[in-house]
């Protein structure tokens, strides 16, 4: 007895644990329900794609599959790598693709991610390890459709309603790491699982602690109780000495996301395209990235990022002109005697938002608009604010792939339940150019019409973009073979040695 209780003590003391910080509670550990960021990033341990982009977010390669091709425009072959294993030990399978294919497109879910499969006529079995996918018409997206999360057949084929399904909390997967615990508010576990088709990770366990206040993640992650933890450039340039460099190593890079303030298009108020004007020529995003981010950040110009095919450099960042945007307003009916107002919302998982919400409130009062502020706990103001829209204007942001989808975000199809499409935009010029654009193969087409509608949108003000900010993390010493890449860090985190 003896012997087997020091075997497991010896087990214990040689385990290692990757500590690591979520700001909210996950609403559904699913990938094709997964639309919060805390669901997102902890389900990227959990499953997997048939594809992904390669550290260098140049290539497409294969994931869960082993081979894939276009047998024709409109016909894609995966081939399925032979050693997939579900997190319960039955066999991954062709079954599983088309079952989620099936999922996603059934009226039953409410899933932003199903209008990646709207040109998909049909998903079929050829072999237990071969799938074949028929498009209606080529599909600029077709194989970045397939880095979705696949799910078990073998589990779900008779769930009825998989929107509060039990399996939202207790997910089986084929990823590097298994569910071990959840405890809401307190900790998400994860487990490395033995038989991960890429060997298994040589970190043993990864715990998510679930920390709502951002002061309290920065303490922690000063203290080391954190392995990896994000820094604001506030705390980077001010808050920070000489012992925290001797124990953690510094990346930064530009994110690929933006933060934009939304404006409700549903409301009369933000009907008039000179009201939007005007609030855009009112603010000054310069100061916003000086004050907040002592200029670890670039100024937002619009949609899609630099660096990518849709962006158009000829669209200039809107300059302050608080004269001009007084004028707007008056031809718009407003003025001292009947001041425009509206609410900023956001959530304070994010230290920076608050304080930029702030900022906007100041500018925007020289020009004679009464802001007010709402900021609430995350999940809160997803549930009481995003889902149900029921906001004046919303202050948050977007991550993107490499090759942008603007059905998702700027298609009036997408304003719907469920849908990216959150502020209700609908322009049926930009209907017709998303339309146009998703058939289109030829790289340069693409591109001009991407650059379009990039201008269009600018143009209607739907959004204020705002900033693109410096993603700049903090990783302890004690974790080895992190390999920084223009897909991030986490690339081969199976990898990390602690």
Request: glycine share 4%; hydrophobic share 40%; charged share 25%.
């Amino acid at each position: 007895m003896r012997h087997i209780f020091f075997l497991f003590l010896s087990i214990n003391l040689f385990s290692s644990t990757l500590h690591l910080a979520t700001s909210a509670n996950p609403s559904r550990l699913n990938p094709i329900l997964a639309t919060d960021s805390s669901s997102s990033e902890i389900t990227g341990f959990l499953f997997n794609g048939l594809v992904k982009y390669d550290k260098d977010l140049s290539t497409i390669i294969g994931d869960l599959a082993e081979e894939f091709y276009f047998e024709d425009d409109t016909t894609l072959l995966f081939k399925i790598k032979k050693n997939v294993k579900w997190h319960d030990g039955k066999p991954f399978s062709a079954k599983d693709v088309v079952f989620t294919y099936e999922v996603l497109i059934s009226s039953k879910i409410s899933s932003p991610y199903s209008a990646n499969f709207r040109f998909v006529k049909s998903v079929e079995v050829v072999d237990e390890r071969t799938v074949r996918v028929k498009y209606k018409e080529p599909y600029f997206k077709a194989l970045e459709t397939w880095m979705m999360g696949i799910l078990p057949h073998h589990i779900l084929k008779d769930e009825q309603n998989l929107m509060n399904s039990s399996f939202n909390t207790n997910p089986v997967g084929t990823g590097a790491y298994k569910l071990h615990q959840l405890e809401h508010s307190k900790n998400i576990i994860l487990s490395a699982y033995d038989d991960y088709f890429e060997g298994r990770a040589k970190i043993d366990t990864i715990s998510f602690h679930v920390i709502a206040d951002p002061m309290t993640r920065f303490l922690m992650l000063k203290s080391s109780a954190l392995d990896v933890g994000s820094i604001e450039p506030m705390q980077y340039e001010r808050q920070l000495d000489e012992g925290f460099f001797k124990k953690f190593n510094i990346y930064e890079n530009i994110s690929q996301s933006y933060t934009y303030l939304g404006f409700n298009l549903r409301l009369d108020k933000f009907k008039n395209p000179k009201v939007r004007e005007a609030l855009s020529l009112a603010i000054d995003r310069e100061e916003l990235v000086k004050i907040l981010f002592f200029n670890h950040a670039k100024v937002c110009s619009g949609p899609f990022l630099p660096g990518t095919k849709a962006f158009n450099k000829d669209v200039k960042v809107p300059q302050q002109n608080i004269q001009k945007a007084k004028e707007l307003l008056k031809e718009a009916g407003y003025d001292e005697n009947n001041p425009f107002t509206f609410e900023i919302a956001t959530s304070n998982s994010s230290e920076i938002r608050p304080y930029a919400a702030q900022i906007l409130q100041h500018q925007l009062k020289k020009a004679g608009v009464i802001v007010t502020l709402r900021v609430m706990e995350w999940q809160a103001f997803l549930n009481m604010s995003v889902f149900p829209r029921k906001f004046d204007s919303v202050l948050l942001g977007w991550g993107l792939s490499p090759t942008p989808d603007p059905y998702m975000f700027w298609h009036s199809q997408s304003d719907k339940k469920g849908g990216f499409n959150l502020v209700g935009y609908h322009n049926p010029q930009m209907d017709k150019m998303i339309e146009e654009s998703q058939s289109m193969v030829d790289g340069e087409k693409l591109s001009n019409i991407w650059r379009e509608m990039f201008k269009i949108i600018t143009d209607d003000n739907p959004y204020l973009f705002l900033y693109i900010p410096n993603s700049i993390t903090a990783i302890s010493k004690e974790i080895k073979n992190v390999e920084p890449s223009p897909a991030g860090i986490w690339h081969n985190y199976i990898e990390w040695e602690k």
